[in-house]
């Protein structure tokens, strides 16, 4: 079956500006995960979405990062008012109810100029 | 709190032949999964290998097996008969189960030469 996919791939944006990331989990995963990957660096973990439960927020890492799911679908992160600092690949993984592991779609690469 | 730690950034191995990438990590947690990554430059994270960490027996896939001592914290990744599409990133990853998050270590540049 199809995987988890991310659309935009790459995005070029200008400080200040404001973007939106698109994840659209594996069908049927119920639990969707956006992580930050600094260049050079591991994933950091930003967001988790359980079903209809509240998320888990605690990894964003200002207000300016915000996300929604609808349901057990798609998945948007948004960030606002970019700064150069947000450069990075956002990468968004799911999972199913049962199983832990996490597969991961290819992810966006942002840079903010 | 959860820390992983890969001490090798870069390593390098002849075709054919084998090699172990580290891994250690920090928890006060009994009952948790470890996992090694695979990114090659396409960015796409793979999923290579996992250890419950109640199991005693090492994890294997074809040519990746674990080398898993818990007492130690302990977790590192075996290659054998490395190949030019082994060439990537590697990550190791733990997550406490029934938790959410992947904690993930600085990753390892692994290089084949032919």
């Known amino acids: 079956g199809a995987g988890v996919s991310q659309s935009p791939s790459n995005k070029v944006t200008e400080k200040g500006k404001d973007v939106e990331l698109r994840c659209d989990p594996i069908s049927g995963h119920t639990a969707l995960y956006w992580y930050r990957q600094r260049l050079g660096q591991g994933l950091e973990f930003l967001i988790y979405?359980?079903?209809?439960?509240?998320?888990?927020k605690s990894g964003l890492p200002s207000d300016r990062f915000s996300a929604e799911r609808t349901g057990e679908s798609v998945s948007t992160l948004t960030i606002q008012r970019t700064q150069q600092e947000d450069s990075a690949v956002y990468l968004c993984?799911?999972?199913?109810?049962?199983?832990?592991?996490?597969?991961f779609g290819p992810g966006t690469r942002l840079l903010v100029l | 709190a959860q820390t992983v730690t890969q001490s090798q950034p870069e390593m390098s191995v002849q075709e054919a032949e084998t090699v172990t990438l580290s891994c250690t990590y920090d928890t006060s947690e009994s009952d948790y999964y470890l996992f090694w990554y695979k990114q090659p430059p396409s960015r796409q994270m793979i999923l290579v290998i996992r250890?419950?960490?109640?199991?005693?027996q090492n994890a294997t896939e074809n040519r990746f097996s674990v080398n898993f001592q818990k007492a130690a914290k302990s977790f590192s990744l075996k290659i054998s008969d490395s190949q030019l599409g082994d060439a990537a990133m590697y990550f190791c990853?733990?997550?406490?189960?029934?938790?959410?998050?992947?904690?993930f270590g600085q990753g390892t540049r692994l290089t084949i030469n032919p």
């Open positions: 993984a799911s999972s199913s109810r049962r199983k832990e592991t996490q597969y």
């Open positions: 979405f359980q079903g209809n439960s509240a998320p888990d």
């Open positions: 990853a733990y997550q406490v189960q029934g938790a959410q998050k992947l904690v």
């Open positions: 250890q419950e960490a109640y199991k005693q």
